[in-house]
């Protein structure tokens, strides 16, 4: 056995989950309803294959053989950095119980199905025993991977190497003390004019403009797609397959348009994984039997959320590409002018909606969740008073009385795919976006080209910066290499109490 058999093998678990992903895109996109049983034991069977390729003798003998070779190489060497990342990946995969992981990977399917119907019905109690069982072996795999002082860490940890549960309160408490008195502050001003926002807005084009951005940021639509789903998703097969989603409503253009630039930035992060990285452990989460180049979740949301508000959102961007959009929608845009329009989408507007929120609300509802998610975790909630709960903290971190389930609980598709921990990575990817944004803007040709609006400075420094090292470096890592420090909220709050002044 040598480097080249543990490599071999690390590529076959990559091919078996990206085909577990492509019947996940289809089941989200494409999938007729009668299919959910079947997709459900196809997705079962191969994340069970990917288990024991990881977590066989034959693995062990591989990496035994890779060890041995590599131990006169050099420490800084890539392939000593690959071994460790995938002994350490399959020692926690190791320790969740094979029954749980094959339940998990079938309910995830069923799950999803059954949260769609009940998110268009309002129907919380027929989906909550599915999300009970849900919730009960999110409980099992926290105490079977085990550490930290919380049973929400185990969970936090597996989308963000590094973070727990009470790092993430003193974050949270923070943000909150910056949050409040700007949302206050906001709130304050005069309302800008929003009425344009919510008339007729044909689907076709605003897909057409939305790509048009998206593949001036630098998504390769050579490589990608974008397709309609329920909750909008990015996901890949390779760097060379990352396709995209979002959802559209013709009353409402900013959510679907904003949505796509979100997923484009995680899909060029993918896209931008180097080439020799397709197929290894550095594209490839084994704890999760999940194809992914990013580091984190974490890190991956900061590119999302870079995209869509550091560059999407900013008055620039508007005063250059206002005059495309109106010229796509010149009845409902007549009377709106460029400022008038980025006042707009960019409101202190308390929601319902996460994935629809203005930037200084968006946290709030991350906090509920986490909140929400640690309570489950510990068995201080249970799923029969989810509504209630949420209705509570809506109430008292918003002010909005949730008027249906299907804007409250209901709303996330995150829990029925077994994503409890993830949550607090948006927050996370906030922070790190505005790190990463501001130290890309000491470079001249970028701040140049943001002016002018040629995104590629951007896209070049992102991709030589961040997404080249796929999952090679940790977030922590990737941080200190190009900001020169960990994670620090200050960058992110600035950018934020700016957006308020300039629009009050």
Same mark, same amino acid.
């Given at each position: ?34 299919? $959910? ?20 003798? !034959? ?17 800084? +060497? ?27 990977? &079938? *309910? ?37 991977? &085990?550490?930290?002082?919380?049973? @929400?860490?185990?969970?936090? &940890? ?6 727990? @549960? ?60 974008? +397709? ?26 900013? =959510? ?12 060029? @992060? ?14 490839? +989460? ?25 560059? =999407? ?58 909140? $929400? ?54 927050? $996370? ?24 609006? !040629? @995104? ?27 900001? =020169?420090?960990? *994670? !620090? ?16």
């Amino acid at each position: 056995m040598s480097y080249a058999d543990f490599e071999a093998r690390m590529a076959r678990i990559n091919d078996v989950i990206c085909a577990v992903n492509l019947l996940g895109w289809d089941a989200r996109t494409m999938m007729p309803p009668g299919g $959910i049983d079947a997709r459900g034991h196809q997705v079962a069977t191969l994340t069970d294959l990917a288990r024991d390729l990881a977590t066989g003798e !034959d693995m062990r003998r591989a990496m035994d053989g890779a060890r041995d070779e590599l131990a006169s190489a050099p420490g800084d +060497d890539i392939r000593r950095r690959a071994l460790a990342r995938a002994e350490a990946e399959i020692g926690t995969l190791s320790r969740i119980p094979s029954r749980i992981v094959s339940e998990m990977a &079938g *309910l995830k399917t069923r799950a999803h199905a059954a949260w769609a119907e009940a998110r268009a019905k309002n129907d919380f109690a027929g989906y909550a025993p599915l999300l009970d069982r849900m919730m009960a072996m999110q409980r099992e795999i926290s105490a079977a991977i &085990g550490g930290g002082v919380h049973p @929400y860490d185990p969970l936090i &940890g597996m989308y963000e190497p590094g973070m727990n @549960y009470q790092r993430l309160q003193t974050i949270y408490a923070r943000l909150k003390s910056a949050l409040v008195p700007l949302i206050e502050r906001a709130a304050a001003a005069p309302q800008p004019r929003m009425d344009f926002l919510e008339r007729p807005f044909p689907i076709a084009e605003q897909k057409a403009f939305g790509l048009k951005i998206a593949a001036r940021m630098g998504y390769d639509l050579n490589r990608g797609r974008l +397709d309609d789903t329920v909750h909008p998703f990015e996901i890949s097969f390779t760097r060379d397959d990352v396709r995209i989603t979002s959802r559209f409503r013709e009353t409402w253009a900013p =959510g679907g348009i904003f949505a796509l630039w979100h997923e484009a930035g995680h899909g060029m @992060y993918e896209q931008g994984v180097a080439p020799e990285f397709s197929r290894t452990i550095f594209a490839t +989460d084994i704890v999760n039997l999940y194809a992914v180049g990013g580091a984190s979740f974490g890190m991956h949301e900061s590119q999302s959320r870079l995209w869509e508000n550091r560059v =999407g959102r900013s008055r620039r961007f508007w005063a250059l590409h206002f005059g495309d959009l109106r010229d796509r929608f010149p009845a409902q845009l007549a009377d709106v002018t460029e400022e008038a329009f980025w006042r707009a989408v960019n409101a202190v507007r308390p929601g319902f909606i996460r994935v629809e929120a203005d930037e200084l609300t968006y946290d709030m509802h991350i906090i509920l969740r986490s909140e $929400i998610e640690a309570a489950l975790m510990a068995g201080d909630l249970g799923v029969a008073d989810l509504p209630a709960v949420w209705a509570e903290k809506m109430r008292d971190y918003l002010g909005l009385a949730v008027p249906s389930d299907t804007l409250g609980v209901l709303q996330d598709v995150h829990w029925s795919h077994g994503y409890v921990g993830s949550f607090p990575t948006y927050t $996370i990817g906030n922070i790190m976006s505005s790190q990463l944004f501001a130290k890309a803007q000491e470079s001249g040709a970028i701040a140049t080209g943001l002016e002018a609006g !040629d @995104y590629a400075p951007l896209h070049g420094w992102l991709a030589e910066n961040v997404y080249r090292h796929g999952r090679s470096s940790t977030p922590e890592e990737t941080l200190h290499r190009v900001t =020169g420090g960990g *994670l !620090d909220p200050a960058p992110y709050i600035a950018d934020l109490t700016a957006k308020v002044e300039a629009l009050t």
